[in-house]
């Protein structure tokens, strides 16, 4: 009997955390205003382990190195106008809400090469982003990303909950509610 009744209540947790997290995604789906009306908010998280991709000194990292926290990766390419207009406003959030619950993680995918990386955040002031690469589009590709700059949102569990196509506002009000929403911070 006790062993019945254990199982009952672990099902009842865990089908009561899915809900849970199906209203946080529908109510995430409520917050957006302004740029972040393109946030496009899945229905159901995707999982997204063993997506990998390689450290500005070619060390291998994946995006599983950042679960236990939400994370925004921005697919980014030196190149790419838009990506040099929105870069401030990641850096931005990530000075602001960056920690234990939430970071921003940039990802350079394609021909970017080192130097032109960093010269990229130099000139457009960055200073608390990460220099990621994905020089063969291996993860862009199992992400996915259609056109950059891309922003995908994971969950702690490592799962994307939505994406961003295009550049957007990353530090305004409606943003910032965005994240203050998922790692349930006062605004």
């Known amino acids: 009997m006790r ?23 529908g109510a995430l789906r409520d917050l957006r205003q302004g740029d972040m009306k393109k946030l496009i908010v899945h229905s ?9 991709f390689v450290t500005v000194d070619g060390e291998a990292a994946s995006l599983k190195d950042y679960e236990g926290k939400y994370v925004l990766v921005n697919f980014w390419a030196t190149w790419c106008a838009p990506c040099r207009a929105e870069m401030p406003a990641l850096d931005a959030l990530n000075a602001e809400f960056g920690g234990e619950e939430f970071e921003v993680v940039t990802i350079a995918t394609g021909r970017n090469p ?14 608390t982003l990460p220099l990621h690469r994905d020089p063969k589009q291996e993860l862009a590709r199992k992400s996915a990303v259609i056109g950059l700059p891309l922003s995908v949102l994971i969950d702690p569990e490592g799962r994307e909950i939505g ?5 957007a506002e990353w530090h305004d009000d409606n943003a910032r509610a965005v994240v203050q929403h998922l790692i349930g911070a006062e605004g």
């Not at 159901?44 to 990998?52: F, M, Q, V, Y």
């Not at 080192?114 to 457009?124: G, L, Q, R, T």
């Not at 994406?163 to 550049?167: F, K, P, T």
């Open 163 to 167: 994406r961003l196509i295009g550049d």
């Open 114 to 127: 080192v130097p032109a990386m960093k010269k990229f955040f130099d000139e457009v002031n960055v200073e």
């Open 44 to 52: 159901e998280p995707k999982d997204l382990r063993g997506h990998d």
């Open 3 to 25: 062993k019945l009744v254990a199982t009952v209540l672990y099902t009842a947790f865990v089908l009561g955390a899915n809900g849970a997290a199906a209203a946080d995604l």
